[in-house]
């Protein structure tokens, strides 16, 4: 009995999974937009999602990411171009839960049947008392200079002081 290439290949992401995260929480979508019109298969589009910052309540984090549709991105076996943009805000009063080290994973999620996974690590700029977020993609054989950063001054809130962020960096 053979199977045909397509069948094979949605198998095999059924098996591989798609994204992870380091948090609990997937991130939550908050809306897509189409880019290209495919016939008879998914659009490509650009969508917008929310993460938490695990480790630091009050913070979170908006992305956007290409999607690709067409049969490859429907199958989920599409490697995903490399262009994400970032932005991180103080939502509410922030409370740094546990020590981090500079340049620490917060998120990361596949964009790559295989070696392709986009990053979003945090770091302190403690002169300045901010967060530093930084989202990037990596591959297994070759990395890609395509970026953002995002910081997050930590301000106070109501009558409550912000923390120092410096207080939370591990040597």
Request: net charge negative; with cysteine.
């Amino acid at each position: 009995m053979r199977f045909p290439i397509a069948t094979m290949l949605a198998l095999v992401a059924c098996l591989l999974g798609t994204g992870s995260a380091l948090s609990d929480d997937d991130p939550d979508l908050i809306f897509k937009k189409s880019t290209v019109w495919k016939f008879l298969t998914p659009d490509h589009k650009l969508a917008t999602y929310a993460i938490d910052d695990p480790l630091v309540e009050g913070v979170s984090c908006h992305f956007t990411v290409p999607e690709k549709g067409g049969v490859s991105g429907w199958l989920g076996v599409a490697e995903e171009v490399s262009d994400v943009s970032l932005a991180c805000r103080q939502v509410g009063p922030v409370t740094i839960k546990e020590e981090f080290e500079q340049g620490e994973e917060m998120f990361r999620q596949r964009r790559s049947l295989m070696f392709k996974k986009m990053r979003i690590v945090r770091g302190c700029d403690a002169k300045r008392n901010v967060l530093v977020y930084l989202v990037y993609s990596d591959k297994l054989i070759e990395g890609s200079p395509k970026n953002s950063t995002s910081t997050v001054p930590l301000m106070p809130w109501g009558d409550q002081a912000p923390p120092k962020c410096a207080d939370f960096v591990s040597d």
